[in-house]
T-cell receptor
Framework: AQSVTQLDSQVPVFEEAPVELRCNYS??????LFWYVQYPNQGLQLLLK??????LVKGINGFEAEFNKSQTSFHLRKPSVHISDTAEYFC????????????FGTGTRLTVIP | ETGVTQSPTHLIKTRGQQVTLRCSSQ?????VSWYQQALGQGPQFIFQ???????GRGNFPPRFSGLQFPNYSSELNVNALELDDSALYLC?????????????FGNGTRLTVT
């Protein structure tokens, strides 16, 4: 079984400041890792994914994440946030070789303050 | 390229009633997954359909059922509605049913059970 912990339910940050959203996972098997973003009244949009290879993954809108196997973490970062980044962010895992059923964390609400 | 579309966008039902939610997958995608997102929570996997067959199921009771049609569109049916079924129901499609494929989400159907 897999589980995902997003350590911060809310993260306020000033515009143009850097941000890190934390994600830790637990799994008895190898996993794929994802970050999704959800804007108000919308579905989820893929930000980035880690399947294999380089542990630093770059995504859309200037976001990146680093896979750390020893710490079972997949933290999301952005060097300079914009007002438009205000949204809910979800970390998710999927078992390698299994069906496409993502297991999501409870989300982190990022609020960018002008 | 047409994205994932869901209907209706909002729905109000009474406890004990039945409801059907509909989803059209993104063109070129043969796999559809359904998720339930309660307020303030991450999405939870209900089930997945691949080529008209159920291809995985989460921890939901049998009163949650589904269908996939030859054109890969899908329905989610919920019988004997309970108050706790109030949630945002998200449909997602992918090119295959494997875990490496990112999911493309619709904007969801907001179901309220009174």
């Amino acid at each position: 079984a897999q589980s995902v912990t997003q350590l911060d339910s809310q993260v306020p940050v000033f515009e143009e400041a850097p941000v890190e959203l934390r994600c830790n996972y637990s799994s008895s098997v190898s996993v794929y890792l994802f970050w999704y973003v959800q804007y108000p009244n919308q579905g989820l949009q893929l930000l980035l994914k880690y399947l294999s290879g380089s542990t630093l993954v770059k995504g859309i809108n200037g976001f990146e994440a680093e896979f750390n196997k020893s710490q079972t973490s997949f933290h999301l970062r952005k060097p300079s946030v914009h007002i438009s980044d205000t949204a809910e962010y979800f970390c998710a895992v999927n078992r390698r070789g299994g069906a496409n059923n993502l297991f999501f964390g409870t989300g982190t609400r990022l609020t960018v303050i002008p | 390229e047409t994205g994932v579309t869901q209907s209706p966008t909002h729905l109000i039902k009474t406890r004990g009633q039945q409801v059907t939610l509909r989803c059209s997958s993104q063109s070129g995608h043969n796999t559809v997954s359904w998720y339930q997102q309660a307020l303030g929570q991450g999405p939870q996997f209900i089930f997945q359909y691949y080529r008209e067959e159920e291809n995985g199921r989460g921890n939901f009771p049998p009163r949650f059922s589904g269908l996939q049609f030859p054109n890969y569109s899908s329905e989610l049916n919920v019988n004997a509605l309970e108050l706790d079924d109030s949630a945002l129901y998200l449909c997602a499609s992918s090119q295959t049913g494997t875990g490496a494929q990112p999911l493309h989400f619709g904007n969801g159907t907001r179901l309220t059970v009174t």
